[in-house]
């Protein structure tokens, strides 16, 4: 459960946040994602009022405040601030007036500011809080970005997922994460991936050591998170395994309850694994416009030996008459 103080820490730059009163609450637990307006609350209207929630006061709710008498106001903020709020936010750079402030301290409520819009600060806290309390797990491999498509490469140590990552960042594509992704979801079946603050935007190369790619190639090579759209497995070349030659049946990894398109990528000497591994996020893009080149060769096969078959029923009819 996330706490204030981690929130603070943590998204106090996204969210351009001030300390304004209720320091001593920074412990208190945010114990859901939802962000609300007083709204009504500030009424006297609290039936359907939930005093979990973090609040978020717009010019709306400041105008109407100072509005009230010292002591309605007083009364109407005691309605909806209680020990369960978690903390209170005060949108467009607008002054707290002294009885939002005197009632937060009294509660050990974190109050805070924020220059961002009330709508702003609102969607952003919402998605932020979503990711942060989201289903999460780690997993080894490596998170690139190629032509749009988030693609993790996975496979056996010394296999050489790094090693791609490094050729396709050459060809101009990003690196999000190599060696250990998290990963977590968002709105629903998104899966999306980033790397450690401690490891980001490295990456480990057999026989070169620790290189910073940012540093190398420029920020236009990295990127923070991106979405996992599909997943290529590296593995050695077995001649005793049949390789699916065609691509009609798409498999499938599950991950987190999210379904993602999976990939066997055999590797052997002379094979050009950085151009195959574009060629698939290619495909992929081409598929999800509905275009599957598979899929449209079979159609044609079908057609044509249907076509053949015809042709062969209407020759056997030919010689049957002749003959009768």
């Not at 943590?10 to 304004?20: A, E, G, K, S, W």
């Not at 467009?92 to 819009?117: D, N, Y």
């Not at 932020?128 to 749009?148: D, I, N």
């Not at 070349?237 to 999210?258: N, Q, S």
Request: aromatic content about 4%; some cysteine; charged content about 25%.
């Amino acid at each position: 459960m996330l706490d204030v103080a981690h929130f603070f820490k943590n998204y106090q730059r996204d969210l351009t946040l001030q300390l304004v009163a209720g320091g001593e609450g920074l412990k208190k637990k945010i114990k859901t994602p939802e962000v609300h307006r007083p709204g009504l609350g500030l009424t006297g209207f609290l039936k359907t009022y939930s005093p979990d929630r973090i609040l978020i006061f717009g010019k709306a709710e400041i105008l109407y405040l100072r509005e009230l008498s010292l002591e309605l106001s007083r009364v109407r903020l005691d309605g909806i601030l209680t020990q369960k709020t978690p903390l209170v936010i005060v949108s467009r750079r607008l002054v707290p007036p002294q009885e939002l402030i005197a009632s937060c301290k009294k509660r050990r409520i974190p109050l805070f500011r924020s220059p961002l819009t009330t709508r702003d600060l609102s969607s952003r806290i919402s998605s932020l809080l979503k990711r942060e309390t989201s289903p999460a797990m780690t997993c080894h491999g490596t998170l690139v970005e190629a032509f749009g498509v988030g693609v993790l490469i996975q496979g056996d140590s010394a296999i050489g997922k790094s090693e791609t990552a490094l050729g396709l960042i050459e060809h101009g594509h990003r690196l999000i994460s190599d060696d250990i992704v998290q990963i977590g979801v968002r709105e629903g079946n998104i899966l999306e991936g980033s790397g450690p603050e401690l490891t980001r935007h490295l990456m480990e190369i057999r026989g070169i050591g620790i290189i910073n790619v940012a540093h190398l190639y420029g920020a236009v090579c990295v990127r923070d998170r991106k979405s996992i759209d599909l997943i290529v497995k590296l593995e050695a070349w077995d001649d005793r395994h049949f390789y699916d030659r065609v691509g009609l049946e798409e498999k499938y990894c599950e991950m987190l309850g999210v379904k993602v398109p999976i990939h066997l990528l055999p590797l052997k000497p002379g094979r050009d694994v950085v151009l195959l591994l574009e060629t698939i996020a290619l495909n992929h893009r081409l598929k999800k416009r509905g275009l599957d080149s598979a899929k449209e060769f079979n159609t044609k096969l079908l057609q044509a030996i249907a076509k053949k078959q015809k042709k062969q029923g209407s020759r056997l009819q030919s010689i049957l008459r002749e003959k009768g």
